[in-house]
């Protein structure tokens, strides 16, 4: 089955900029749905970035209003990785972030239809 494996989190301080890295294996992940989701402690997973295929080599993003402008998610099919580029951090996006797949092309948010998950990398943004 289909294996995430996240890196590049760590601690930083406000302000600052950190890039993650998702590694994936064991399926054709092109037409699937990936996406970048966090929980701080005490709180729900919630959704951050996801980027979908559109067709031929388009690949459509979207983000939580919360990373809007801040995050950008990015993918290399040829390479099964996907990133999320995080700048200008603020202590309130410290959790830890989770890779996660979905087989279907709709952009979808809720981290309760995603099939397959990564162990997560934790990030924390100092003030």
């Known amino acids: 089955q289909v294996q995430l494996v996240e890196s590049g989190g760590g601690l930083v301080q406000a302000g600052g900029s950190l890039r993650l890295s998702c590694a994936a294996s064991?399926?054709?992940?092109?037409?699937?749905?990936m996406g970048w989701f966090r929980q701080a402690p005490g709180k729900e997973r919630e959704f951050a970035a996801a980027?979908?295929?559109?067709?031929?080599?388009?690949?459509?993003?979207y983000y939580a209003d919360s990373v809007k402008g801040r995050f950008t998610i990015s993918r290399d099919d040829a390479k099964n990785m996907v990133y999320l580029q995080m700048n200008r951090l603020k202590p309130e996006d410290t959790a830890v972030y989770y890779c996660?797949?979905?087989?279907?092309?709709?952009?979808?948010?809720?981290?309760?239809?995603?099939?397959?998950w990564g162990q997560g990398t934790r990030v924390i943004v100092s003030s």
């Open positions: 064991g399926g054709t992940l092109s037409r699937y749905v």
């Open positions: 996660a797949a979905l087989n279907t092309r709709d952009p979808i948010r809720d981290p309760k239809h995603f099939d397959y």
């Open positions: 980027t979908t295929w559109a067709g031929g080599s388009i690949y459509d993003a």
